[in-house]
């Protein structure tokens, strides 16, 4: 069971890697892995992006709150697309990259813990991208009430997160067997910190969620990302 130290090494880690965030995303550095394997990758990504943009398309365009929103990969692609964004972040670094890239005027920020956080106010579209796998097991339930405290009653949460393959993290990761919980990672700097992950599959997380009074809907790309959105269920006693 990861303890509060891990979680503060989270963080941390986050922080410290902020700077150098994107290369994983736009496969550089530590992550480039050749033309073959990067293009697979991109075409992956761009499933991904899709999916939310026409997702979105389809919602209420009123209020969303973005959990873990780091450098503003999603919160770009989400504020076009609502009439006001919160943007939560436990790292000012990743924070100040957010701004900067996104740039806009309906876009409010949070420098919050998540893990502390409690929604002042109800949304009709709570997203985490790269989020839910850092939020260790024995907190998953109280996430996902947290999601709930912050979702208005027509409204609905979507995530992307992460699917296990060893080619998906950098060239000199290792990553453990899929259960493990714990990862290490590392930056440029050679500097290491050990940081939650939890890596779903999508009948899995749908059967975790149901158990808990929520209806989702999730997808898989073919090697690298899970994505969809889930809803509580009406019939579930919420308001």
């Known amino acids: 069971m990861p303890g509060d130290d ?17 290369e994983w995303w736009f496969r550089k550095g530590r992550y480039d892995r050749g033309a ?3 293009a697979r990758w991109h075409a992956e990504a761009s499933v991904v992006e899709s999916a939310i943009d026409e997702w979105l398309t389809h919602r209420r365009h009123g209020s969303a709150v973005e959990l873990a929103c780091g450098t503003g990969l999603f919160t770009r692609r989400l504020a076009p697309k609502v009439t006001h964004l919160t943007a939560i972040d436990a790292s000012p670094e990743v924070l100040a990259i957010n701004r900067a890239r996104v740039a806009a005027k309906n876009v409010d920020y949070v420098e919050a813990d998540l893990f502390g956080w409690r929604p002042r106010q109800r949304y009709d579209v709570v997203f985490f ?3 839910l796998s850092h939020v260790p097991d024995e907190l998953f339930a109280s996430f996902w009430e947290t999601v709930d405290a912050a979702l208005a009653p027509d409204g609905a949460a979507y995530l992307i997160d992460s699917a296990f393959d060893p080619s998906s993290t950098a060239k000199d990761h290792a990553l453990p067997r899929r259960d493990a919980g714990v990862v290490t990672r590392k930056l440029n700097d ?14 899995a997380l749908s059967s975790r969620l149901d158990a808990l009074g929520w209806s989702a809907k999730l997808a898989q790309t073919a090697s690298y990302f899970i994505y969809g959105e889930a809803q509580p269920r009406r019939d579930a006693g919420r308001a």
């Open 129 to 131: 991208s790269f989020w």
């Open 36 to 38: 073959d394997f990067n």
């Open 190 to 203: 050679g500097r290491e910190f050990r940081i939650v992950k939890v890596f779903w599959a999508p009948g």
């Open 6 to 22: 891990i979680l503060r090494d989270q963080i941390e880690y986050y922080s410290a890697r902020a700077g150098e965030y994107d």
